[in-house]
C-alpha cells in the first residue's frame, strides 16, 4: 500500500489526534477480553494461595481456588486460562512419570474446571520441566535430551489431559516432530477435536526466570536449554518452525517471549495468516510491575501499551499474567 497525501499544510496529521472522539475514531487496532489468555499456576492442598515473589500480583492457588479464579475470568469475559502446576520435588524423576498421571494436579484442575466452568477453554502446557529431576523439558541421559524418547513421552502426556477434558493443548517443549506424532495420536484416540496452540517460535530467552520459580523448576535446572529452545539472533528460523508444526496439524502457532519479539510476531502472521499468539512471559510481567511498584511507570498505562503492541503486530491473542487486570479495566472503560 501506498499512502497518497498532500504535502504540509494540506495535510496536517494533527487534525485527528485533536479530541479523543476523532482519536477513538482513527483508531487502527483494538484490544478486547476475547484476546487473553490467562496463564495460572497450581499448587496442591485447599484453600493455598502462594504468592510468587518475583511476579507481584501473582499466586499459585490449590484446586478449590483455581475454580474460582477460573469462574472470575469466564466472568470478566476471558475465554481462555492455561495451567502450570508447580510440582513437589518429591514426584520429580529423570523418566517424568508424573507428566502423565491421569490424577495430576493439572489433569485435576481440568476436570474441576470443565465442571464447573464449562465456558471457559481449558489450555495446558504440554512439556515435561514440571515433572524432571533435570528440570528440563525433556528427558536427559547424560547430559543429552533426547528428542524422539521425549516425544513418546510427551504423547502420553498429551492424551491423559486429552482424556482430562482439555480444549486446547500447548506444546511448549520444543521437541521436534511433537506436533505430528501428538496430532496423530489424538486423531488415532478419537479425540479429534482437541486444538493444539503450537509454541512453535520459543526462543531460549533469559525472561523465563520468575516462571521457573513460580513452578518450582529453577532450583533442578541445570545448564540452559540452548539444544531445544531457538536462538534470539534467528528470524528466518521462526517461519520454517512456524509452516512446519502448521504442516504437522497445529490449528494455532505462537511466538514467545512477546515484547522483545515482535518482528517475528508480525512476520508469522503477514506470512501464514494462521491463528497467532504471542506470550507475554513472567520477565516481561515482572519488568511493567517491578518498575510500576518503584513508582517509576504508570502500571496501568503500561499493560496496555504493552497489550496494545501485540494486536498492531498482527497476533490474534495474548498469553498474560495481565488478563485479569486488563478484563477488567476494559470493563470499566
Ligand atoms: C516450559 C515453559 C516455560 C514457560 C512456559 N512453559 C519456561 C521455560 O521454557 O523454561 C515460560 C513462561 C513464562 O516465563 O511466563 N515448558
Not at 489468555?37 to 493455598?48: E, R, S, T
Amino acid at each position: 500500500m501506498q499512502p497518497v497525501q498532500a504535502t504540509y499544510p494540506m495535510t496536517r496529521f494533527r487534525r485527528l489526534r485533536r479530541t479523543a472522539a476523532l482519536r477513538a475514531l482513527t483508531q487502527e487496532n483494538a484490544l478486547t477480553a476475547d484476546d487473553l489468555i490467562w496463564p495460572v499456576f497450581l499448587c496442591d492442598g485447599v484453600n493455598q494461595r502462594q504468592p510468587v515473589v518475583s511476579m507481584p500480583g501473582v499466586e499459585r492457588l490449590s484446586l478449590d481456588l483455581i475454580v474460582e479464579a477460573a469462574a472470575m475470568a469466564c466472568d470478566l469475559g476471558i475465554p481462555a486460562i492455561c495451567l502450570f502446576p508447580y510440582t513437589d520435588p518429591r514426584v520429580k524423576t529423570p523418566g517424568c512419570e508424573e507428566a502423565w498421571n491421569p490424577e495430576n494436579l493439572t489433569n485435576r484442575a481440568i476436570r474441576a474446571i470443565k465442571a464447573q466452568v464449562p465456558d471457559i477453554a481449558v489450555m495446558t502446557d504440554v512439556a515435561l520441566d514440571p515433572y524432571n529431576a533435570h528440570g528440563h523439558d525433556g528427558l536427559v541421559v547424560d547430559g543429552i535430551i533426547l528428542n524422539d524418547e521425549t516425544v513418546e513421552a510427551l504423547v502420553r502426556m498429551a492424551l491423559a489431559q486429552a482424556e482430562a477434558g482439555a480444549d486446547i493443548l500447548g506444546p511448549s517443549d520444543m521437541m521436534d516432530g511433537r506436533i505430528g506424532a501428538m496430532r496423530s495420536a489424538l486423531e488415532a484416540a478419537g479425540y479429534k477435536d482437541i486444538a493444539i496452540l503450537s509454541y512453535a517460535a520459543k526462543y531460549a530467552s533469559a525472561f523465563y526466570g520468575p516462571f521457573r520459580d513460580a513452578v518450582g523448576a529453577s532450583g533442578a535446572l541445570k545448564g540452559d536449554k540452548k539444544t531445544y529452545q531457538m536462538n534470539p539472533a534467528n528470524r528466518d528460523e521462526a517461519l520454517r518452525l512456524v509452516a512446519r508444526d502448521l504442516a504437522e496439524g497445529a490449528d494455532m502457532v505462537m511466538v514467545k517471549p512477546g515484547m522483545p519479539y515482535l518482528d517475528i510476531c508480525a512476520r508469522v502472521k503477514d506470512s501464514f495468516g494462521a491463528p497467532t499468539f504471542a506470550y507475554q512471559v513472567s520477565g516481561e510481567y515482572a519488568m511493567i510491575r517491578a518498575a510500576a511498584q518503584n513508582g517509576w511507570i504508570d502500571g496501568d498505562k503500561a499493560m496496555v501499551e504493552s497489550l496494545m503492541a501485540f494486536k498492531r503486530a498482527g497476533c490474534d491473542g495474548i498469553l498474560t499474567y495481565f488478563a485479569p487486570d486488563m478484563a477488567r479495566l476494559l470493563r470499566k472503560g
